[in-house]
């Protein structure tokens, strides 16, 4: 359910830019020869010359729509070009539409904060550019303004009737001296924007669209009024009348069972006949967020922030098998599966290596028809896990994941085997976060990794339902309380978060230097470790006087533990890939067991082992990701760098979408 958020200010400019016809203009820069021809792009599935997923606005002047297949489109418009979408793995392969539009979104980015909404639209908040400009150089003190910002429609000023009057109009408004604040800024906005649009087209060769306005949601409706490749401008003074005729099905997040409730139990058609009811009567209706944002949309008003984001928020690999295609026994959904799997791990390793983030949650989505009754198409239930770096297991894990859901799937209709047919299955990565870079990134992986502290109710197979559940975000600091190190010589120094978790200590901690590795692990999660060399041959760290641990005494009394084998640190770091689903229960269970003993236990009781660098076994660390391998080969290179903590890379948009065709 929508939830209200109170708006920031109502002097914000906030533009919205969605480019146009979108893969058809990838195509026409790749097959110049397509330019100004009715273009479409078409699906992999070329029955009846494949479904329409983009058309050219030269095709939509003959009448040719996405809803159409390529055989119907050549009815209509005979001449149209039908471009297939790349393929690859017998699917769609959007990597070049992925990496076209992250061109767009760099040079976007350069004048504000910058959120990437879907693979051809920006959300971009101005506010600040837009009062550099308005101290700076305000319109009205310009003796030209770009011919891109006098074509802009400004809602309430111009009107299709203003013919060729239209850009005088539109240059009295940008440059009107007395206007309100709140005008003045927004017609900055609409400078900076057009110029953003010609840095697109020339940059990129790609038209687009703008919305400016003083928030996302008018923003938004703003910039599919006018397209192709122009800009509309949304005054305050305009917002009623923009509203007031909106359809309101066409409402961001009313197009389904809310707008349908509007619409028959309210006789709700556009947003004005919302603004006969009072708050209170809505929030009687749909309760009091509900109720909140609708009386506040009806308005025009919308607190939503622009979130500062370049890169996905998850990544998705799925494909449909409609009709006969269906998806009929446990080896074809694996298959594809792995298909989609493989796809889905070099995007993420493409991520970790270019824009250091790693995802940490696996979800798999899936359509399904019952046994035997292929016309019914049941909510097939989508299920989750912790996500495990690796081609390999991720597709095991999705494969169990499917399986765990084909079951709970079949259990309700009560037919265990055979008839099912899958016509749509899909893998995504999400709960992604940003390793930060220098001393934070093996907090961070470890925190990720964490599979105990998850509180979410296990399912069988270790696996856990779908929805969301805080515990099982480890975003976070605030479920964490970091343990500062400090490291003799203070050449690095981590912070490591250290995890109650029901009482019992799971606490982790690591510390490097250049002379030598320190891990403080809690008891239990060391318990299924190899433990040795715990001498502590390390200058003493100030801040703390670690106990001797009781398997130091054990390795101290018996020899035949092998001194400076490193298999420990291993371990320890194997730890962290113990969220295999396979292995949760059993490790849960382990932990259970222990947890009595263990209960009386806390912090205070973490142990502190020591490592000598120089005893580390260098396989060990080829077995970290590939990010860390390189920081713990930093901290391990002696007195190389007096800082051995590793400057912030600069995120590269583009080459994260760039790198996802790997060899
Ligand atoms: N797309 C898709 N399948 C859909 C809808 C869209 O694969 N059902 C792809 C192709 C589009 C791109 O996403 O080019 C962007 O979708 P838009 O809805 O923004 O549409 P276009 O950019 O094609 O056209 P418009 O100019 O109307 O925005």
């Known amino acids: 359910m929508p939830v209200a958020k109170p708006e920031a200010s109502d002097s914000r400019v906030i533009a919205h830019i969605d480019m146009d016809c979108f893969y058809v203009q990838v195509e026409q820069r790749k097959h110049p020869q397509l330019r100004g021809l009715p273009t479409a792009v078409v699906q992999y599935n070329s029955w009846k010359g494949g479904g329409l997923i983009a058309v050219s ?81 305000s319109p009205h003190s310009l003796e030209t303004i770009i011919e891109e910002a006098l074509k802009s429609h400004v809602l309430g000023i111009t009107s299709r009737e203003d013919g060729i009057d239209v850009k005088e109009k539109v240059r009295e408004w940008l440059c009107k001296s007395d206007a309100d604040r709140r005008d003045k800024l927004l017609a900055c906005g609409v400078l900076i924007v057009a110029d953003l649009r010609m840095q697109v087209l020339q940059e990129t060769q790609f038209t687009c669209s703008a919305g400016i306005a003083h928030n996302k949601m008018l923003a938004k409706l703003a910039s599919a009024m006018n397209k192709p490749a122009q800009q509309t401008a949304v005054p305050f003074s305009s917002v009623k009348g923009l509203l007031e005729s909106f359809p309101i099905k066409k409402m961001k997040q009313l197009g389904g069972k809310l707008g349908s409730s509007l619409q028959t139990d309210l006789g709700v058609n556009t947003v004005g006949d919302l603004w006969q009811f009072s708050e209170g009567k809505l929030q009687e209706r749909y309760g009091i967020n509900t109720g909140t944002w609708l009386w506040n949309i009806a308005r025009g008003i919308n607190g939503e922030e622009v979130e500062g984001r370049l890169l996905p928020k998850s990544h998705g690999s799925g494909k449909t098998f409609p009709g006969p295609r269906a998806l009929k026994n446990l080896p074809s959904v694996q298959h594809w599966l792995n298909e989609l799997c493989e796809e889905l791990s070099e995007r993420l390793q493409s991520d970790l290596e270019h824009n250091r983030r790693i995802a940490r949650n696996l979800t798999l989505h899936a359509h399904a028809y019952k046994p035997n009754d292929s016309d019914s198409h049941d909510k097939f239930p989508s299920k989750s896990c912790a996500l495990r770096y690796g081609t390999l297991k991720i597709q095991e894990d999705a494969m169990n994941l499917f399986q765990v859901g084909l079951r709970e799937f079949l259990d309700s209709s009560k037919v265990t085997q055979g008839g099912w047919g899958i016509t749509g299955l899909s893998v995504s990565a999400s709960k992604i976060i940003a390793i930060p870079s220098g001393t934070c990134s093996i907090k961070k992986y470890f925190q990720g990794q964490q599979p105990i502290c998850s509180s979410s109710k296990p399912l069988e197979d270790g696996y856990i339902e779908t929805t969301e559940h805080p515990s099982l975000s480890f975003s976070g600091d605030e479920d964490s309380t970091s343990v500062p190190i400090e490291l003799p010589g203070q050449e690095a120094s981590m912070q490591v978060p250290y995890f109650p978790c029901n009482g019992v200590d799971f606490g982790q901690e690591a510390a490097a230097s250049t002379s030598g590795l320190t891990f403080c692990v809690g008891r ?66 382990k932990m259970q067991g222990r947890h009595q003993s263990h209960r009386r236990g806390s912090s205070q009781e973490r142990e502190t082992w020591h490592y000598k660098a120089d005893e580390i076994d260098p396989s060990v660390i080829n077995e970290l990701p590939p990010e860390f391998q390189e920081e713990v080969r930093d901290w ?28």
Do not use: W
């Open 524 to 589: 239990e999660s060391c318990s299924e470790s190899n433990l040795v060399e715990p001498e502590s041959t390390l200058p003493e760290e100030p801040r703390r006087e670690p106990k001797t641990h009781a398997l130091d005494q054990q390795v101290r009394k018996n020899p035949s533990v092998e001194k400076g084998k490193s298999s420990s640190i291993l371990d320890f770091f194997r730890r962290a890939d113990t969220n295999s689903p396979l292995q949760k229960q059993d490790q849960a269970d």
């Open 636 to 663: 391990l290179r002696p007195l190389k760098r007096p800082n051995v903590v590793k400057g912030g890379s600069g995120v590269s948009i583009a080459s994260f979408f760039s790198s996802t065709n790997k060899p």
């Open 57 to 137: 606005y030269e095709a939509r002047n003959y009448g040719v729509k996405r809803s159409m297949r390529g055989d119907e489109a050549k009815e209509v418009c005979p001449e149209i070009q039908l471009v297939q979408v790349p393929v690859a793995r017998g699917k769609a392969d959007l990597n070049t539409y992925r990496e076209a539009g992250s061109q767009v979104v760099s040079i976007l980015a350069r004048r504000g904060r910058c959120e990437r909404s879907s693979i051809d639209e920006v959300y971009l908040d101005l506010t600040d550019a837009a009062e550099r400009m308005l101290t700076e150089t």
